[in-house]
């Protein structure tokens, strides 16, 4: 089966605060938001040998500055949007997965989401949207 | 509260000399603030009296070494007098355990440098060296890719170009990378702004301006003189040092706004960069050089989080951030350009300019925070120099006797020669380097021996840079690979017809504390002072990076690395090193030693043999034979020898030709083609009238696209196949 | 008479400097137009997006800076037939904002300058632009010889053209291709192309002809002291090469 992993940043996000200023000037109502990149990898069963393995590729993985989770599905969460490429490149990742948070620091509705994408994040000549 | 991490690199007979002065125990930031300001990154405790023995002076020096970085006189345009600025500094440690960000902040450090000095920055240049990258998915190689993806993604995005740089791979780097930074500037010599505040500067405002101060990077003065094992990359997490290139090329651009309305104005002004050390080792090092001291407000500083203890804050190494001491009246100007015209809170979250305090007229270094004094100290205590005189044993190198080398196969050597990783084609990597941003590019780096510039709109004037330090050499004999470093970078500049007009050097060694591996540094500075001396050149700026060792004990090999810097009247006449013409005079000149010790032809034969020796004499007779034939208008094409020896920059000249559409060869017979003693391989229109005391008729240029070498033929295009490729594994 | 030319400056733009020198020397009437004035844009009649980063290409290279301030001004000029002229990150902004190959809507962008293939890095290369369409098409291109070269150097990490194969199809039908990538000789094939962009594509240009966008940068190969071998005059400083796109933006701005 297909383990989809999410590797974000533990130090300081630019791309992320860029997001979150670029998206309130335009009016989208976002307080919040984080920046993971997600992988896809073939699984048979044994997470934790999977983990180790990620881990092990400093191309992807560097402790120093990356954290990494394992998500229980290959699909957006709550306040999740996915912007995952059109084309799939080889080592790259399957998507970029936006979190947005409102002002009590809730998940984004899907409304919210889906104006992220159409108004910014998404570029629908190379890239699909998943909310 | 986010506190400090307890390890402080202080030691006990440092602590005591330190409470005993202020007469009470040191506060906790006082502590901190002594740690940074007295370890070796800071302090050059343990290097500081050997470099005394460095040239400094000459008559092209406008700023020798002390400040953020040397000033060199270029020449006189419009009545102008014009100058470049250079500063070199190393990023070795945080680059093996984080390298994008590593090298990437490395960049980003060695730019403030010379922007401080009033500059406009015009290139930067980075010489590398890696472990054994050719292994996939070594730990090398991740190093060796993600270092020159930092560098890139930094220079790239300020938009300053990638002038020159080099890389060697040796598995004496697999546990300490070398990532040396080179940065240029250009400023009218009247325009200089200094890096300290002058005498009559009392009551003047310090502003801080940049990156809002977080956690990050604290305690990285000491990080780099740590060992590094895995255990500490990952306890030392919280030194990682996140660059901005983003805002650094909106800090840059306000601050040459900044200069502009001081010089309009008339004013003075003192501007420096912030590194090791933070808001407390800028603002101490600033005001004491003035004989001044500083009253600092930690609750005026705009901070990221909150809840940071007062020492974090005030050694703290947040990246991208600068600190100006102004006369008042102009204060509320410059807080304008950076905070509303450059809207530097809108670039990076909590960015702006503030003033945080001011200079005094006593010489006391003073931090208040939560409006309590948390420091109080003598300013020439916590600045003045320390020293640590520690031992070092003689490096005694017992060279094997030379030998007679069995008669060489050409045909079996030289496409290894050019395949080999420290002689094949450095283009995969600096492709991914802009070269030509700013529109003033001459000779981009690879396109020569040295990068040119023409740095003034409207001036044929040209800088050329180049650097040097052959790894090789510097396992063999220290003091060797020094003044080869000089001697190299000088001949590289040259090359493209500059005169050279001053040099720094980053000297890249292991543990101080070890007498073995502090020898070596040691007479590495001798082999600069003499190189430097007989050239009569003058060192302006440099770095020293100690401990570099490995888990094991061992050092990196003896890496002093030397950049040179050369100035050209008249860009039309720079030399270029592609063959011009069928027909012409191959010469060869300069020094022709044939030892090949430290070789790559020594590597290849797995011989063990003695370094060349080295001539002043026959290298001064080099240079001056070379120019004269560029006066006279018959030299069409030249190159340095170097890695691969006289034949491959010959192979190389042709290669510059071939691709710029001229297929042109060369036939030459020569015993041992592969020698690196040095010297200049030139195309002649004609050889009457040169010097042949100093220079060997090697051969004659060709219509033919092949290589003829002793009667070996080989087709070029197959040689560019086999030179042109290797690199491209790591750097696809 | 001579019309005024703005030569804006986004944060994070870097090659504004060479990019005003080489209009001023090719004739035109050229300013610096700052980020935190964009209502002075209203007094220019043509508007050059130099390169560099506009915040850093964060999030895709051109996305952030299309909704920028001063956007709203070239957008408005571009629809009342004012030039627009994008060169490598401006050529990004330009299109991300819709105005080039402009069949879409304003800030719809139907195609993308996105990352270089087949490997994902920044790639800095001399290359050639040859002109694709016949000269009057474009305004800016109006005085160039047929089949024109420009040198130029590729600078980019996302220069590659990538859209939908119906949009593909609507740049070629609709004539959008202003110019391919192609040797010294003027051959045109895949070796030449720096970033494996789609048909090969430099540059874009919209359907009225007064917005072209290109990714290599000719005024970095605008003088003869940047081409020494090529060098067209003994003068060292004389703009040559790159600067004929310059020359003939110049003319178009002057005939406005």
């Given at each position: 089966m297909t383990r989809a992993i999410a590797i974000g940043l533990k130090i300081p996000d630019n791309t992320a605060y860029t997001a979150l200023v670029a998206l309130r000037r335009l009016g989208v109502a976002v307080e919040g938001v984080e920046r993971n990149e997600v992988f896809f990898f073939d699984d048979d069963g044994d997470v934790a040998a999977l983990v180790r393995r990620v881990k092990a590729d400093e191309t992807i993985f560097n402790p120093n500055k990356h954290r990494l989770e394992v998500l229980a599905q290959a699909a957006p969460r709550p306040g999740e949007l996915w912007v995952e490429p059109l084309e799939r490149a080889p080592n790259r990742a399957a998507a970029v997965a936006w979190r947005l948070t409102d002002a009590r620091g809730l998940p984004a509705s899907s409304q919210v989401l889906e104006a992220a994408a159409d108004r910014l994040l998404c570029n629908p000549a190379i890239d699909r949207a998943r909310v | 509260m986010l506190h400090s991490a307890p390890s402080v690199a202080l030691r006990e007979d440092e602590v005591e000399r330190i409470a005993q002065r202020l007469g009470r125990e040191p506060s906790a930031v006082e502590l901190a603030a002594f740690d940074a300001q007295w370890s070796e990154h800071c302090s050059y405790k343990s290097s500081r009296h050997h470099l005394k023995r460095l040239p400094v002076s000459g008559s092209s020096v406008v700023l020798g070494p002390g400040e953020d970085a040397g000033i060199l006189h270029l020449g006189i345009h419009d009545g102008e007098r014009y100058a470049v600025v250079i500063a070199h500094e190393s990023h070795n440690h945080p680059s093996q355990v984080v390298p994008f960000e590593g090298a990437a902040t490395g960049v980003g450090g060695i730019v403030r440098d010379v922007l401080c000095m009033g500059a406009q920055v015009i290139a930067v240049a980075d010489p590398l060296r890696f472990g054994r990258a050719d292994a996939a998915e070594s730990h090398a190689r991740y190093v060796a890719q993600a270092a020159v993806d930092g560098i890139g993604a930094y220079g790239n995005a300020i938009g300053v170009p990638n002038l020159a740089g080099d890389v060697y791979f040796d598995a004496g780097f697999d546990e300490n990378c070398l990532i040396n930074v080179v940065a240029l500037g250009l400023v009218k010599e009247s325009n200089v702004i200094h890096s300290h505040v002058p005498k009559d500067a009392d009551g003047w405002e310090i502003v801080l301006v940049g990156k809002a101060t977080d956690a990050s990077g604290f305690g990285g003065a000491s990080f780099s003189s740590l060992t590094l094992d895995a255990e500490d990359a990952e306890a030392n997490k919280g030194a990682v040092q996140v660059p901005d290139p983003f805002l650094k090329s909106v800090l840059m651009r306000a601050s040459y706004r900044t200069f502009a309305l001081l010089h309009e104005r008339k004013l003075e002004a003192a501007f420096k960069d912030l590194g090791a050390g933070g808001i407390m080792g800028c603002s101490a090092e600033m005001t004491a050089g003035g004989g001044h001291g500083a009253a600092i407000d930690?609750?005026?500083?705009?901070?990221?989080?909150?809840?940071?203890?007062?020492?974090?804050?005030?050694?703290?190494?947040?990246?991208?951030?600068?600190?100006?001491?102004?006369?008042?009246?102009?204060?509320?100007?410059?807080?304008?350009?950076?905070?509303?015209?450059?809207?530097?809170?809108?670039?990076?979250?909590?960015?702006?300019?503030?003033?945080?305090?001011?200079?005094?007229?006593?010489?006391?270094?003073?931090?208040?925070?939560?409006?309590?004094?948390?420091?109080?100290v003598e300013s020439d205590f916590l600045t003045g120099s320390i020293r640590d005189e520690l031992p070092y044993t003689e490096v005694i190198r017992h060279a094997a006797p030379a030998n007679e080398l069995a008669a060489v196969s050409v045909e079996y050597l030289l496409p290894r020669v050019l395949a080999h990783r420290d002689v094949c084609s450095r283009e995969p990597l600096y492709r991914r380097y802009d070269a030509v941003v700013r529109g003033c590019t001459v000779l981009p780096r690879g396109a020569a021996d040295a990068g040119v510039l023409a740095p003034i709109p409207g001036s044929p004037l040209g800088v050329a840079l180049a650097v040097a330090g052959n790894p090789r050499y510097g396992r063999i004999d220290p003091r060797y690979a020094a003044e080869h470093a000089v001697i190299e970078a000088v001949r590289r500049v040259v090359a493209v017809g500059a005169q050279p007009i001053g040099l720094t050097d980053c000297l890249n060694f292991g543990n101080p504390r070890k007498p073995d591996q502090y020898g070596e540094f040691v007479r590495a500075v001798d082999g600069l002072a003499c190189a430097a001396d007989a050239l009569t050149l003058p060192f302006v700026s440099g770095n020293v990076s100690l401990y570099n060792e490995s888990a094991d004990g061992s050092a990196v090999p003896a890496s002093p690395i030397v950049a040179c810097v050369g100035a050209i009247e008249d860009v039309g006449q720079v030399i270029t090193p592609g063959l011009k013409h069928a027909g012409s005079t191959l010469l060869w000149i300069g020094s022709r030693e044939l030892a090949v010790g430290g070789s790559v032809l020594a590597e290849l034969l797995g011989v063990d043999e003695p370094l060349p020796a080295l001539s002043y004499g026959a290298e001064r007779t080099a240079i001056g034979i070379l120019r004269d034939a560029a006066a006279r208008g018959i030299l069409r094409s030249c190159r340095a020898v170097s890695d691969g020896g006289m034949l491959t920059a010959l192979v190389r000249m042709a290669f510059d030709a071939f691709t710029a559409g001229r297929p042109i060869g060369a036939e030459i017979d020569f015993g041992n083609p592969f020698c690196e003693s040095g010297g200049f391989v030139c195309e002649v229109s004609d050889a009457a009238g040169v010097d042949l005391t100093g220079a060997l008729q090697i051969g004659v240029t060709t219509e033919a696209p092949e290589l003829v070498v002793n009667g070996t033929h080989f087709s070029l295009a197959q040689l560019y196949e086999i030179w042109s490729k290797p690199l491209s594994e790591i750097y696809p | 008479m001579s019309g005024r030319i703005a030569v804006l400056v986004f944060p994070g733009t870097n090659s504004e400097d060479e990019t005003l020198r080489v209009l001023r020397d090719c004739g035109g009437d050229a300013e610096l137009v700052h980020w935190s004035s964009p209502e002075r844009l209203a007094g220019y009649d043509a508007y050059v997006l130099s390169g560099g980063f506009a915040h850093e290409d964060r999030i895709r290279a051109g996305a952030v800076a299309a909704h920028d301030r001063m956007m709203d001004y070239v957008i408005q000029g571009a629809q009342r037939g004012k030039l627009v002229f994008g060169i490598c990150n401006g050529a990004q902004i330009v299109l991300e904002a819709g105005l080039v190959p402009g069949t879409g809507?304003?800030?719809?962008?139907?195609?993308?300058?996105?990352?270089?293939?087949?490997?994902?890095?920044?790639?800095?290369?001399?290359?050639?632009?040859?002109?694709?369409?016949?000269?009057?098409?474009?305004?800016?291109?109006?005085?160039?010889?047929?089949?024109?070269?420009?040198?130029?150097?590729?600078?980019?990490?996302?220069?590659?053209?990538?859209?939908?194969?119906?949009?593909?199809?609507?740049?070629?039908?609709?004539?959008?291709?202003?110019?391919?990538?192609?040797?010294?000789?003027?051959?045109?094939?895949?070796?030449?192309?720096?970033?494996?962009?789609?048909?090969?594509?430099?540059?874009?240009?919209?359907?009225?002809?007064?917005?072209?966008?290109?990714?290599?940068?000719?005024?970095?190969?605008?003088?003869?002291?940047?081409?020494?071998?090529?060098?067209?005059?003994?003068?060292?400083?004389?703009?040559?090469?790159?600067?004929?796109?310059?020359?003939?933006?110049?003319?178009?701005?002057?005939?406005?």
């Open positions: - | 930690l609750d005026r500083v705009n901070v990221a989080l909150e809840g940071m203890a007062p020492e974090v804050i005030a050694v703290g190494e947040t990246q991208e951030r600068l600190m100006w001491a102004l006369p008042p009246a102009i204060v509320p100007d410059v807080l304008r350009i950076y905070n509303e015209e450059f809207t530097l809170p809108e670039v990076a979250y909590n960015a702006r300019a503030s003033v945080i305090g001011r200079v005094t007229a006593d010489k006391r270094y003073v931090l208040r925070y939560d409006g309590a004094v948390v420091m109080d | 809507a304003i800030r719809k962008p139907t195609a993308a300058f996105t990352h270089n293939a087949p490997a994902p890095h920044f790639v800095c290369r001399h290359v050639y632009m040859k002109l694709a369409i016949e000269p009057a098409r474009c305004a800016i291109t109006a005085s160039l010889p047929r089949d024109a070269l420009v040198p130029s150097w590729a600078a980019h990490g996302e220069g590659r053209l990538a859209a939908t194969s119906k949009h593909l199809d609507e740049i070629v039908t609709g004539g959008h291709l202003a110019f391919v990538y192609a040797h010294a000789d003027g051959t045109v094939d895949d070796a030449a192309v720096p970033n494996g962009s789609a048909l090969r594509c430099a540059g874009l240009v919209n359907r009225e002809g007064n917005v072209l966008a290109i990714m290599p940068h000719a005024e970095r190969d605008a003088w003869n002291f940047n081409h020494l071998e090529r060098s067209d005059s003994g003068d060292v400083l004389a703009p040559s090469g790159g600067s004929i796109i310059f020359r003939s933006f110049v003319e178009a701005v002057s005939q406005l």
